[in-house]
């Protein structure tokens, strides 16, 4: 016996099915970025910031001990409400770096850099924002490293303490 035939059954099975393929196939080839909220132009310019208040020397400073990781942790949670604050002081700095030195602020040299920053502390629109990022970069670099900051707990040997890590909630 022959069954009935059903073309809009099996046109439907070819399209979905076609479909699935060619989305998993399109997923892949996409770079999956490592930020939560900030792009990587942010990313590149808040780890110059935290290098330039905690700059590496006989410790790893604060990019290397994991600051960015830590800012874009809390701006995709507890600091959820300071994503626009970051969004335009960091551009604000690349947009002064620019204006002043032609180059994006994570490009300029350290003396250049410093120099930015100096004129953005002394900003008032601009002040704030320092303030905010000066604050936690501090937080990540002195914190628990669980927040995502302080990485193999650099913060805490730079200060001589002698930390034994209490694992409990994350």
Same mark, same amino acid.
């Given at each position: 016996m022959?069954?009935?035939?059903?073309? &809009?059954?099996?046109?439907? $099975?070819? +399209? @979905? #099915?076609? /479909? =699935?393929a060619?989305?998993?196939?399109?997923s892949?080839g996409?770079?999956?970025?490592?930020? &939560?909220?900030l792009?990587? $132009?942010? +990313? @590149? #310019?808040? /780890? =110059?910031?935290?290098?330039?208040?905690?700059?590496?020397e006989?410790?790893?400073?604060?990019?290397?001990?994991?600051?960015v990781?830590?800012?874009?942790?809390?701006l =995709?949670?507890?600091?959820?409400?300071?994503?626009?604050?970051?969004t335009?002081?960091l551009?604000?700095?690349?947009?002064?770096?620019?204006?002043?030195?032609?180059a994006?602020?994570?490009?300029?040299?350290?003396?250049?850099?410093?120099?930015?920053?100096?004129?953005?502390?002394?900003q008032d629109?601009s002040?704030?924002?320092?303030?905010?990022?000066?604050?936690?970069?501090m937080?990540?670099?002195y914190?628990?490293?669980?927040?995502?900051?302080?990485?193999?707990?650099?913060?805490?040997?730079?200060?001589?303490?002698?930390?034994?890590?209490v694992?409990?909630?994350?």
């Open positions: 022959d069954q009935p035939r059903n073309p &809009r059954r099996r046109k439907f $099975l070819r +399209a @979905a #099915t076609s /479909a =699935a060619g989305g998993t196939l399109m892949c996409a770079a999956k970025s490592p930020w &939560r909220t792009s990587a $132009l942010e +990313a @590149a #310019t808040a /780890a =110059a910031i935290c290098d330039r208040i905690i700059p590496p006989e410790f790893p400073g604060a990019a290397a001990a994991g600051a990781e830590y800012l874009d942790r809390q =995709a949670g507890h600091f959820k409400k300071l994503r626009t604050a970051y335009r002081g551009a604000g700095v690349d947009r002064d770096a620019q204006a002043l030195f032609g994006p602020f994570a490009k300029l040299t350290a003396g250049q850099q410093d120099q930015v920053l100096q004129a953005l502390e002394k629109s002040r704030a924002f320092f303030a905010m990022i000066v604050s936690h970069t937080q990540s670099y914190g628990d490293p669980r927040h995502g900051g302080n990485r193999d707990g650099a913060g805490w040997r730079s200060i001589g303490y002698d930390s034994t890590i694992r409990g909630r994350q």
